[in-house]
């Protein structure tokens, strides 16, 4: 069970965006019973239903973990390509210096 759930906070999110809480029901595949329960902090929210909850209301997953009183985890982004490209680039390079050391010591 959450914490607290900012009930305030989140139903401004939901005016500010032209949204009702059955849109944010319908988002999470909820009914309008269960959002009531989530409103009521007798049903926590799912790591899914908080990243839902973040695009729907144009805010981070970890406002919405805060304001539901929940600690979620929120997985981290993932490499881009071109991190990956420069880390491989990196990894390159320091095998080509480990050969050229390895020859160097072998001749």
Known sequence: MAL???TEWFDARLTA???SRTDAARALGLTEGEIAEVW???RELSARDV????VLLA???HEIAQHAGISTPVSKPSLSLSDLAARLEKVEAELV???QALKARDA
């Open 4 to 6: 607290f759930f900012d």
């Open 59 to 61: 805010v981070t997953p």
């Open 17 to 19: 965006a032209h949204l």
């Open 97 to 99: 210096a480990i050969k």
């Open 51 to 54: 990243a839902t909850l973040a």
């Open 40 to 42: 009521k902090d007798q």
